[in-house]
C-alpha cells in the first residue's frame, strides 16, 4: 500500500499530537520561542546524542517487533490454510495459492 506524503503528515499528526505548554509564549520578533525547561533538557552535545540513539533505538526495535509480529501472523495463517486444505481434501492449500499473484512476494 502507498500513502501520499501529505496522508503520512495526517496520520502521523493523529498519532502524535502537538503538545504545546501554555506557560511558552513566542518573543516577539525573536527566534528563540523555547521554555526554559526546554533549553535545559540536555546538558552537553554528548547528553543529547545518547538521548537521540536511545530514542532511535526504541523505534528501530519497535519495527522489529512488528515486522516480526506481521511475518509470524502470516505464517499462521497460510499453517491455517494448510490444516485446512488437508482437512477438507485440497492439498497444498496456502496463501499463495488462494491469493494468487498477489501475494507472491509472501
Known amino acids: ?9 495526517a496520520i502521523c499528526k493523529l498519532m502524535v ?14 527566534c528563540n520561542n523555547l521554555c526554559d525547561d526546554e533549553k535545559k533538557k540536555y546538558s552537553s552535545i554528548l547528553d ?14 519497535n519495527i522489529a517487533v512488528v515486522a516480526y509480529v506481521f511475518m509470524t501472523l502470516i505464517a499462521w495463517v497460510n499453517h ?10 485440497v492439498g497444498e492449500l496456502s ?11 509472501v
Open 17 to 30: 499530537p502537538e503538545a504545546r505548554s501554555e506557560d511558552c509564549e513566542v518573543l516577539h520578533g525573536d
Open 48 to 61: 543529547a546524542a545518547q538521548s537521540g540513539a536511545l530514542a532511535m533505538l526504541r523505534v528501530t526495535a
Open 1 to 9: 500500500m502507498v500513502v501520499s506524503a501529505p496522508a503520512t503528515f
Open 95 to 105: 496463501i499463495e495459492v488462494s491469493e494468487g499473484p498477489k501475494m507472491v512476494f
Open 80 to 89: 491455517t490454510f494448510g490444516w485446512f486444505g488437508d482437512r477438507v481434501g
